[in-house]
């Protein structure tokens, strides 16, 4: 059985991470189900495992939030529904690669529901929209632009971190940070690709698509 929690408002970041260690160790222990967190946060920036800090350009505009996930730069904020995932990986097949996988199916299936085709890039993390109504790259290819963000932390086999998909956060917010990395591709959101929809349509769409991607635990 998999929990849901959705939380109104804005959840401080140091608070989200306390919660999702303690239910993944109790988790781990048996004590506790699986969960699915819904959450937004206020306007911060996190440092995965693997950040950059010449990726940080305006260290002094948001709060800066030193991460355990994989990755590196990424913002946070109202308007983005993080989703943290607090799963037994271990008891889901014990292969981390494939959890990264279905993470990716997963928002991509979401995204599908609202007719947006989302895809992953060799060698760029997250999931990616080609925006055909911008001009043409020089290359002659369309321009993408990221519109989810992956980043996991296992620990006794048991995930937290996740997924954040961007609904209508404002964009020029991620400007104080090189996002993952990537410097040569842009970050869009739904309501940015011309789409009304709301956070309320996305968790919907979230657990909708959920079960059909991650089904049960063996």
């Known amino acids: 059985m998999v929990e ?3 939380s109104d408002g804005l959840t401080e970041y140091d608070a989200a991470v306390a919660f999702m260690e303690a239910r ?14 819904l959450v937004e946060h206020p306007p911060l920036y996190t440092a995965g495992t693997s950040a950059r800090i010449e990726d940080l350009t305006d260290p002094d505009r948001f709060p800066v939030h030193p991460s355990k996930r994989g990755g590196q730069y990424t913002y946070h904020g109202p308007g983005q529904r993080v989703a943290y995932v607090m799963l037994d990986v271990g008891r889901r097949g014990r292969d981390v690669r494939r959890f990264v996988h279905q993470l990716e199916s997963w928002v991509i299936a979401t995204l599908a529901a ?16 080609a925006r055909g109504d911008k001009p043409l790259t020089a290359t002659g290819e369309p321009q993408e632009d990221k519109i989810a963000a992956i980043g ?21 917010h991620f400007s104080g940070i090189v996002p993952c990395g990537i410097t040569d591709h ?29 089904g049960e635990i063996d």
């Open 4 to 6: 849901w929690i959705i």
């Open 186 to 214: 842009g970050v869009t959101s739904l309501v940015d690709l011309g789409l009304p929809v709301t956070m309320a349509d996305l968790d919907v769409a979230l657990r909708s698509q959920f079960d059909a991607v991650f």
């Open 152 to 172: 996991i932390r296992l620990r006794k086999w048991v995930s937290f971190h996740g997924v954040s998909i961007n609904v209508e956060p404002d964009l020029e």
């Open 114 to 129: 609202f007719n947006v085709k989302g895809e992953i890039r060799d060698g760029r993390v997250g999931v990616w929209v």
């Open 24 to 37: 993944a160790s109790a988790i781990a222990a048996g004590r506790e189900d699986e969960a699915v967190w």
